[in-house]
Nanobody
């Protein structure tokens, strides 16, 4: 199982940027697809972005497409979420997660596909 620790959250004004990082333990990080999810108060956890284990494919929720970019550095066991043009509705706790299976390719992602989760990092966007 992969252990994950997120960082980089904080308070930012609307239109600003943040970069979230998720550091993973274990030598098998590069074999798992990784994802970012978020949960706002009173709402269900929702998919934000995912990246294949090789890094060759990325997936985004419509609400963040064109503003957020997911990337990974397998040498550093880290996945990133670059968030630009932030909006107040992006305010949430952001979680990174690792796929349940190694070397697994999917056409789409949901929370059920992920077996390891970080503790989350708060992102607050003020208007």
């Amino acid at each position: 199982q992969v252990q994950l620790v997120e960082s980089g959250g904080g308070l930012v004004q609307a239109g600003g940027s943040l970069r979230l990082s998720c550091a993973a333990s274990g030598r098998t990080f590069s074999t798992y697809a990784m994802g970012w999810f978020r949960q706002a108060p009173g709402k269900e956890r929702e998919f934000v972005a995912a990246i294949s284990w090789s890094g060759s494919r990325t997936y985004y929720a419509d609400s963040v497409k064109g503003r957020f970019t997911i990337s990974r550095d397998n040498a550093k066991n880290t996945v990133y979420l670059q968030m630009n043009s932030l909006k107040p509705e992006d305010t949430a706790v952001y979680y990174c997660a690792a796929d349940r299976f190694k070397y697994y390719s999917r056409s789409s992602y949901s929370s059920d596909n992920f077996g390891s989760w970080g503790q989350g990092t708060q992102v607050t966007v003020s208007s």
